[in-house]
């Protein structure tokens, strides 16, 4: 079975500040992750994904994650946070192994940015 | 161009009535997917489909849920008498797809909202 943690419900950040959103997965293959972010009112956008290849992926809005494998991590970065990044963050994960296609997702955890 | 789109984006329904939701996912988009997502917390899938194969019905809550796609355009989720718990925003998503599984994105339209009173 595959599965995402998202241990934090709310991260909390100063304008100008870097940012990260922590996300762990676990799959019995090799792990296809992504980053979802959720506007208040508006459906899931996209924001990077890791397949293979170089584990730090950079994504939309100047946001990048950090696969790590032995950790079994994928945390979401972002060098300096915007107030307009205050938003629903969702981890996801598909286990490359299985033809199942559907993604798995985390809880969420929600991004305040401070001026 | 045009995103997924949903319909209704509200809906409240009374107790034991039946509920249809529709999706129209992206042109051209061969999977198209089924989430539903509880007040506080993440999605969950339902239901997937993949051009003419058979759908994956592994996250189906229920007999009463139940869902349809024409070809690879739109699709339908039917709850059959709905109960309180099915209240919850459903989301539908489209993706483009490939024969050996490469995971393309999956798009998401903005939800019905379903209120089951």
């Known amino acids: 079975a595959q599965s995402v943690a998202q241990p934090e419900d709310q991260v909390n950040v100063a304008e100008g500040n870097p940012l990260t959103v922590k996300c762990t997965y676990s799959?019995?293959?090799?792990?296809?992750l992504f980053w979802y972010v959720q506007y208040p009112n508006r459906g899931l956008q996209f924001l990077l994904k890791y397949i293979t290849g170089d584990n730090l992926v950079k994504g939309s809005y100047g946001f990048e994650a950090e696969f790590n494998k032995s950790q079994t991590s994928f945390h979401l970065k972002k060098p300096s946070a915007l107030v307009s990044d205050s938003a629903l963050y969702f981890c996801a994960v598909r286990d490359g192994r299985t033809g199942r296609r559907a993604l798995t997702f985390g809880s969420g955890t929600r991004l305040q940015v401070q001026p | 161009g045009a995103g997924v789109s949903q319909s209704p984006s509200n809906k409240v329904t009374e107790k034991g009535k039946d509920v249809e939701l529709r999706c129209d996912p992206i042109s051209g988009h061969t999977a198209l997917y089924w989430y539903r997502q509880r007040l506080g917390q993440g999605l969950e899938f339902l239901i997937y489909f993949q051009g003419n194969s058979a759908p994956d019905k592994s996250g189906l809550p229920s007999d009463r849920f139940s869902a349809e796609r024409t070809g690879e355009s739109v699709s339908t989720l039917t709850i059959q008498r709905t109960q309180q718990e099915d209240s919850a925003v459903y989301l539908c998503?489209?993706?483009?797809?490939?024969?050996?599984?490469?995971?393309?994105?999956?798009?998401f339209g903005p939800g019905t909202r379903l209120t089951v009173t």
């Open positions: 799959v019995s293959g090799n792990p296809y």
């Open positions: 998503a489209s993706s483009s797809s490939s024969a050996s599984g490469q995971p393309y994105e999956q798009y």
